[in-house]
Nanobody, 125 residues
Framework: QVQLVESGGGPVQSGGSLRLSCKYYGIFYVNDCWAWFRQAPGKERERVAALYKATGSTYYADSEKGRFTISRDSPKSTLYLQMDSLKPEDTALYYC??????????????????WGQGTQVTVSS
């Protein structure tokens, strides 16, 4: 059984930074794809960043390139999302997600079978 637990969200002012963490438990494989998604009220869930375990390749949405960084600390079994230069439009519930194999450069939430409970990020202007 796989479990994902996010933390690190909270209120922050525009231009500030936050680092989200996703602690994971269970059995994992070399071709796993890890991702961060977010969902704002009234909007669809959108992928923010992804990381392919086998190669370390990372993928970002255009609006997050240069501001967000996804990384993984294997000994700590933790996935991170470093968010800098935050904007009010970044306000959302952020989720950690796992896809078992397949194309990691996908933005479709249905491709990911395991999800955390989410952590709220609120950016004030």
């Amino acid at each position: 059984q796989v479990q994902l637990v996010e933390s690190g969200g909270g209120p922050v002012q525009s231009g500030g930074s936050l680092r989200l963490s996703c602690k994971y438990y269970g059995i994992f494989y070399v071709n796993d794809c890890w991702a961060w998604f977010r969902q704002a009220p009234g909007k669809e869930r959108e992928r923010v960043a992804a990381l392919y375990k086998a190669t370390g390749s990372t993928y970002y949405a255009d609006s997050e390139k240069g501001r967000f960084t996804i990384s993984r600390d294997s000994p700590k079994s933790t996935l991170y999302l470093q968010m800098d230069s935050l904007k009010p439009e970044d306000t959302a519930l952020y989720y950690c997600a796992l896809r078992r194999g397949g194309n990691c450069d996908t933005s479709n939430p249905l491709d990911f079978g395991v999800w955390g409970q989410g952590t709220q990020v609120t950016v004030s202007s």
